[in-house]
């Protein structure tokens, strides 16, 4: 009985870490300041997003992530917070070895009479936008993305769960062997 409690115990948890999704990092670096035409090549946008390949077409994309961060603001989780005034989210999202990372979030906010608003948003190579406004002044700035801007991505490590799995597996295994080898 022990034996198969044990055996449905390390399943489950195998299952669990399977729906858990992987996590990528990735950094663009370098990019034109549109306010005074000034291209930064220090200038880095920051993010990462976690998801899983559900169909296995090879390509992960926005209905199979559960979080776009960028430049530290989560752009899937945020979409809960949308409302009249407020909008918040991950438009486009698309990732595969072959085609790169391509995607398109923002969010924009606004008074109920349109006076006051603003707005922040990525499209990814192409640029970084925002803007504000209200009676009497527009202010918007855009770092853009040029041929010289770099780009890095980190493809998913195992968490530290998977590896203790492993090892319980390897564990497991062993064991199993060992007893079977004793019996003969």
Known sequence: ???????????????????????????????????????????????SFT???????????????????LNGKDFVACEADSNEYYSCGAELFSYSVSAGLSFAAGESGRDPEGWVGAGHY?????????????????ESQAYLWTPQTGFSINSPSPEPGTWAMLGVGL???AWGARRHHTRK
């Open 51 to 69: 998801g899983y390949d559900n169909d296995r077409n090879g390509i992960v994309e926005r209905a199979e992530i559960t979080s776009l961060i």
């Open 122 to 138: 990525f499209i990814s190579g192409d640029g970084e936008y925002q803007y504000s406004y209200r009676p009497g002044h527009d």
């Open 171 to 173: 564990l497991v295994t």
């Open 1 to 47: 009985m022990f034996r198969h409690l044990f055996c449905a115990a390390v399943l489950a948890g195998t299952c669990h870490a399977a729906g858990a999704g992987e996590t990528w990092t990735f950094t663009y670096t370098g990019f034109l300041d549109t306010t005074d035409n000034t291209f930064l090549p220090d200038r880095e946008m920051l993010g």
